[in-house]
């Protein structure tokens, strides 16, 4: 490891994936206090050159994806954001343990299980944190209404809703290609509905049944899904009903329900702001940047051993792919699945 040449308190990171999500992320970190750009890994040179303009990264910062393994011997890099398709998540997180760097990866972590669990044990191996670029975790809402949760304000918890979805557009993109996606709009932003039942509830799922619905099969083809709603069940009997979609847009909705009162969130995971009410009224949270808060409390669990109040660690990753398996698993034989997360 070479976080002993760090003395700044600064987490160096270089990202993998110059895209439009990517961009965000780094313009966002230019405001971070505790996390710094200091790297980039592409197969595009052009975009390379691009960004070492605007960032102002040194040449010796800069790989492609045949070459990275070298960051290695590179003492200025503490961690790498793995910003590609969700496809590559697994064999590139593996070289980045390997090399001895934090890993810092997209959502989903993995297209299955499978992949997420060597993923886990590959870092865990190698001595390096991988945490999972869940930016709802720290968001002021989102925690505020989980805190009138635990503090008893809506009472006994009921009920969850999780609406996510929008119209994709480009038809050859490759969040609509089965190899590199693992599937289609639950993959994407299902997720979001899935992991915020689970945090919103403050439980794990325990059975989730589903059901696909597809009108465009030229472009959600075998294995690509556009539409599929499904529902879980939690130990304390509280149910949910969710929908993860790519055929309709202004779905970005949370709605917590219990036997004294509710909280709503609409958009409730889009960049923001995110606006949340509850039975008392609205709540007023300054909107800063989602991935500015996110690098400076990643910097502080990375470096300093700080921990998150909702876990964005690999194990939490590990728990939304075991469930997706099961919703898929659900989908094609259009039973109930029980879900194990011990």
């Known amino acids: ?20 999500y990517a961009t965000r992320v780094a313009k ?5 206090k505790n996390a ?57 997180t593996l070289r980045v343990a390997a090399a001895g760097k934090h890993v810092i990866c997209e959502k989903p972590m993995a297209i299955n299980a499978k992949e ?37 304000e809506f009472g006994e918890i009921k009920f969850f809703q999780g609406l996510t979805g929008f119209r994709i557009g480009d038809p050859t993109q490759w969040r609509l290609d089965k190899e590199l996606a693992g599937g289609g709009a639950m993959m994407d932003i299902g997720i979001y509905s899935i992991n ?15 059901q696909e619905t597809k009108t465009d099969p030229v472009k959600f083809k075998e294995g690509v899904d556009e539409t599929i709603t499904f529902q879980f069940g939690f130990p304390s009997g509280v149910i949910s009903s969710c929908l993860s979609t790519y055929s309709t847009s202004n779905l970005d909705k949370f709605f917590l329900n219990g036997t004294k009162g509710f909280a709503e969130m609409q958009p409730s995971t889009g960049y923001g702001p995110i606006k949340a009410w509850t039975n008392k009224g609205p709540l007023s949270f300054p909107h800063v940047a989602h991935q500015t808060v ?5 910097a502080g669990i990375i470096l300093n051993g700080e921990s998150a109040q909702i876990p964005v660690d690999g194990k939490e990753g590990l728990k939304d792919l075991i469930i997706i398996d099961a919703i898929y698993k659900a989908v094609k034989t259009g039973k109930k699945v029980k879900i194990d997360l011990t």
């Open 1 to 20: 490891m070479n976080n002993s040449a760090n003395k700044a308190g600064t987490l160096r990171v270089a990202i993998m994936g110059l895209g439009g």
């Open 36 to 92: 710094k750009l200091v790297g980039l890994i592409s197969g595009t040179p052009s975009k390379i050159k691009d960004w070492q303009a605007t960032y102002n990264i040194p040449d010796k910062n800069c790989y492609n994806y045949e070459n990275f393994d070298a960051i290695k011997d590179n003492p200025d890099i503490d961690a790498v954001y793995i910003i590609t398709p969700n496809g590559l998540h697994h064999d590139q």
């Open 28 to 32: 966002a970190m230019l405001d971070s």
């Open 196 to 210: 915020g039942a689970r945090y919103m509830v403050g439980e794990e799922p325990i059975w989730v049944t589903a």
């Open 294 to 298: 996110q690098m400076d409390k990643m």
């Open 116 to 152: 997420g669990k060597e993923m886990v044990d590959a870092c865990d191996k190698a001595g390096v944190k991988l945490l999972v670029g869940y930016r709802m975790h720290f968001e002021p809402n989102t925690l505020e209404i989980i805190r009138l949760r635990d503090s008893g």
